[in-house]
């Protein structure tokens, strides 16, 4: 069967649950490399992304004869793609986040034909997660963070505004800094290096 027969995905699904290598080649070389991107943005990491991928496809040909797909295929592998991307990163709060079942059903749908709502998304739980961490510091310390971080202004302006030592100032921020390290996880890199600056 050539190309344009495997394009439709119930003569391609039918193949591949009999095990036909072409048709099994065929999906790989259709959405690797997109996959693989997809998950790169998730875990931030190419070996991971690789060993992430393989393992779906792996899986998919161990468990073709049962797997149930609904919707579409793509759709099947990228939520496939997105659940080893959660695993992998083995971090509780952003787990649950992303677990809310409205929205893992809005994404594995939408992500297939939009890669950008994945970004938008994904900026916007991240987001999310970093306001909850904010709010839980005590209420000095979110006082200084927001007016650093958020507001800008410098270590000198807040302690103007304040009436406090910049020293004060200083240690607020460190520890505003050590809560948010320890609350947010591999986040909080992420954050100080790519988004915080485009968020707020």
């Not at 709060?93 to 992500?111: A, C, P, R, T």
């Not at 839980?136 to 971080?149: A, G, Y």
Request: charged residues 30%; glycine residues 4%; contains cysteine.
């Amino acid at each position: 069967m050539n190309a344009q027969g495997l394009e439709n995905e119930q003569v391609l699904l039918a193949l591949l649950r009999e095990g036909d290598e072409r048709a099994y080649s065929y999906l790989f070389k259709a959405f690797y490399q997109a996959l693989f991107n997809y998950a790169g943005r998730v875990v931030h990491d190419e070996d991971y992304a690789h060993n992430i991928v393989q393992g779906v496809f792996c899986r998919f040909y161990e468990n073709r004869k049962k797997i149930v797909i609904e919707g579409t295929l793509k759709s099947y592998l990228y939520r496939s793609v997105y659940n080893s991307c959660l695993d992998t990163l083995k971090h509780e709060k952003i787990k649950n986040i992303y677990n809310d079942q409205v929205l893992l059903d809005f994404y594995s749908k939408e992500i297939a034909l939009a890669p950008e709502v994945e970004l938008n998304l994904r900026r916007e739980e991240i987001r999310k997660a970093i306001d909850v961490s904010i709010n839980k510091l005590p209420e000095r310390c979110r006082q200084i963070f927001v007016m650093s971080k958020i507001e800008e202004k410098s270590n000198q302006e807040i302690a103007n505004e304040l009436g406090i030592s910049i020293k004060t100032v200083e240690t607020q921020m460190r520890i505003a800094l050590a809560k948010l390290r320890k609350d947010l996880g591999w986040l909080y890199y992420m954050i100080f290096l790519d988004f915080f600056s485009k968020m707020f």
